[in-house]
């Protein structure tokens, strides 16, 4: 189970942490990503952590602006996001996959998401 938090209302040009939570014993072996769905949109890819924490991919908006890490004591995956603009408006879903890949088709379990505003 994928239990996401740290969602809210932000300032443009806030930051906002996103914790995503997992249950079970084998949450080392999975890699771990982050979606998000804005209203009327498709879920896209925004990065994903190798089951290690040793690498990352990013989507290309999110290079500059949002770092994942993980922490696998805790068996959480983190989404700092800085700089926050209108358009990260979105609900953030993370997601568990064997394998660290920006399709959104490989990942085997997903949480229910944390809602992102990004408004003035």
């Known amino acids: 189970q994928l239990v996401e938090s740290g969602g809210g209302l932000v300032l443009p040009g806030g930051s906002l942490r996103l914790t995503c939570a997992a249950s079970?014993?084998?949450?080392?072996?999975?890699?771990m990503g982050w979606f998000r769905q804005a209203p009327g949109k498709d879920r896209e890819f925004v990065a994903v952590?190798?089951?290690?924490?040793?690498?990352?991919i990013y989507a290309d908006f999110a290079k500059e602006r949002f770092s994942i890490s993980r922490d696998n004591v805790k068996s959480s995956v983190y989404l700092q996001m800085n700089s926050l603009k209108p358009e990260d408006t979105a609900v953030y879903y993370c997601?568990?996959?064997?394998?660290?890949?920006?399709?959104?088709?490989?990942?085997?379990?997903w949480g229910q998401g944390t809602q992102v505003t990004v408004s003035s």
């Open positions: 997601a568990a996959g064997v394998v660290p890949a920006r399709n959104e088709g490989v990942y085997d379990y």
């Open positions: 079970g014993r084998t949450f080392t072996r999975y890699a």
């Open positions: 952590i190798t089951s290690s924490g040793g690498s990352a």
